[in-house]
């Protein structure tokens, strides 16, 4: 084991989630919860209620009257964009900015926001009843790399550099460079925080969407995801080198390039008003 993993891992076992997603949680994984527990634990987070009744309020969702209450707003939600945005807020609080001029946190979270935004938006032209959940899985395929940025800041600088310069996958260069990559830090953390399968598998494969054993087909939407944000996001454009998703991933969602251009386009809209409840507040605060 590397001495830079020994780091990272030590690392991560510093970090923890806030109590009031601990508790939002715990009620959210019991049978049979009721909606006033969950807006009773919104409540008692006085910066969590203002985040969750300004995006209920915001034109991304172009409600006719102004939602007042956070039981209101909990209903209309659904527990499942409650749990995600809880879960993105407290993550952008538990895991400080990192001291490096090249990383900005907000391109960091706008990206985020567009790849979950956009995992969600595959998964519902696939059909998939519960499609809410893999905006959380799109939104946080790149955790690692805000804790690589903390933790070995100097490595991860020449990683993008070199990938940059020589248009080289960023994984690989990691794993050259490092002897890690950015997509297994992740889901260290995720497995520290005992996040389900589904999340974990989703981040740790969506470079490798074939080596994803017991959810495929979501790693797949999140691999195809993840292209889409970069290339959109000023990397290039989708299909043509780095940015061309595994045939594999294309096939098991059935789609192709041109609804993926579709897709994005249709989402593109609410990033930055989940972008606006998510991360400015945080440094507003």
């Known amino acids: 084991m590397s001495t830079l993993w020994e780091k990272i891992t030590r690392d ?17 994984d019991t049978p049979e919860y009721r909606l006033d527990d969950v807006a009773d634990t919104i409540r008692s987070d006085p910066a969590l209620t203002t985040r969750v009744l300004k995006l209920i309020n915001s034109p991304y969702f172009g409600l006719a009257s102004k939602i007042e209450t956070v039981f209101r707003a909990v209903s209309l939600l659904g527990t499942q964009q409650i749990h995600d945005l809880t879960l993105a807020t407290c993550i952008s609080e538990s895991l400080h900015e990192p001291d490096n ?13 567009f790849c979950g935004l956009v995992a969600q938006g595959i998964a519902r032209r696939m059909g998939l009843i519960d499609s809410e959940r893999l905006f959380v899985c799109g939104l946080l395929f ?12 100097e490595e991860t600088r020449q990683a993008f550099q070199q990938s940059r ?7 690989e260069v990691e794993r050259e460079l490092i002897g890690l990559d950015y997509a297994r830090v992740g889901a260290t953390l995720m497995r520290q925080w005992s996040f389900p399968l589904c999340l974990i598998e989703t981040t ?8 994803a054993k017991h959810h495929p087909t979501e790693t797949a939407m999140v691999h195809i995801a993840v292209m889409i944000s970069e290339a959109l996001m000023g990397n290039g454009k989708l299909g043509e080198g780095l940015n061309t998703p595994h045939p594999a991933a294309l096939e ?23 972008l606006n409840t998510i991360y400015p507040l945080k440094k507003a605060s």
């Open 204 to 211: 740790e494969f969506h470079t490798e969407p074939l080596r």
């Open 101 to 113: 001029i090249e990383f900005d946190m907000q391109d960091y979270w706008r990206r985020s926001i």
């Open 142 to 153: 790149d955790l690692g790399h805000l804790i690589m940025h903390q933790s070995i800041p």
């Open 12 to 28: 991560c076992k510093l970090i923890t989630l806030p109590d009031v997603y601990i508790r939002l949680k715990d009620i959210i």
């Open 252 to 274: 098991k969602t059935g789609l192709d390039l041109a609804t993926c251009h579709s897709i994005a386009e249709e989402v593109r809209p609410g990033i930055e008003h989940i």
């Open 165 to 171: 310069q020589h248009s080289q996958p960023l994984v």
